[in-house]
């Protein structure tokens, strides 16, 4: 499975877009991209995947490169909620489906 | 309906002594995954279920680790020998088939003292 590249941190003030890059730059042809987060002592939460195409949900938008080296997650009005560690994970069809986590991104939503 | 839920949610044991979490999916979902989570990281992969097989735990640290999932349903974790090392969260997560999203319960947290 292909290894993600997130920043560390990030602040959004309350209501405007969180945008979240994640870079996969070794994905394979049929490896998704899934988002996760965790807000503080809690399991991870489910956001939405992607293989190539653009997807939404009620959560949030996903945007996917053309050449499929970095993804985008969108939430497009933050909350303080929404304030969590965002994780990027790529994972492939086959094989044992396991999550690889990196250390994610830490979203602050700001009041 | 019902999420994935883990007993207990904490768990104090002394250094040397034997521990087992459980984890009760989602109804239905035949994937079964334990990870580990240390403070400020993201959590680690252990090892995967397909019903009641383990079909990849190369993720266990050691031959202390070792998980059960006998009707295909609940699972347990189990661990010998604790050491102070084995302090973190561990999580539980389901899947109704392996190639979907994986839902996660809340963790137990164990402290090795």
């Known amino acids: 499975d292909a290894k993600t590249t997130q920043p560390t941190s990030m602040d959004c003030a309350e209501g405007r877009a969180a945008n979240l890059p994640c870079n996969h730059s070794?994905?394979?042809?049929?490896?998704?991209v899934y988002w996760y987060r965790q807000i503080h002592s809690q399991g991870p939460q489910y956001i939405i995947h992607?293989?190539?195409n653009n997807e939404t949900n009620e959560m949030a938008s996903l945007i996917i490169t053309e050449d499929r080296k970095s993804s985008t997650l969108i939430l497009p009005h933050a909350t303080l909620r929404d304030t969590a560690v965002y994780y990027c994970?790529?994972?492939?069809?086959?094989?044992?489906?396991?999550?690889?986590f990196g250390t994610g991104t830490r979203l602050k939503v700001l009041a | 309906g019902a999420g994935v839920s883990q007993t207990p949610s904490n768990k104090v044991t002394e250094k040397g002594k034997y521990v087992e979490l459980r984890c009760d999916p989602i109804?239905?979902?035949?994937?079964l995954y334990w990870y580990r989570q240390s403070l400020g990281q993201g959590p680690e992969f252990l090892i995967y279920?397909?019903?009641?097989?383990?079909?990849?735990d190369s993720g266990l640290p050691n031959d202390r680790f070792f998980a059960v999932r006998p009707e295909g349903s609940v699972s347990t974790l189990k661990i010998q020998r604790t050491e102070r090392g084995d302090s973190a969260v561990y999580l539980c997560?389901?899947?109704?088939?392996?190639?979907?999203?994986?839902?996660f319960g809340p963790g137990t947290r164990l402290t090795v003292t």
């Open positions: 070794t994905i394979s042809g049929n490896e998704y």
């Open positions: 279920f397909q019903g009641t097989g383990a079909a990849d």
């Open positions: 109804s239905g979902h035949t994937a």
């Open positions: 992607g293989l190539k």
């Open positions: 994970i790529v994972r492939g069809p086959s094989g044992t489906y396991k999550y690889i």
């Open positions: 997560a389901s899947s109704l088939i392996p190639t979907y999203e994986q839902y």
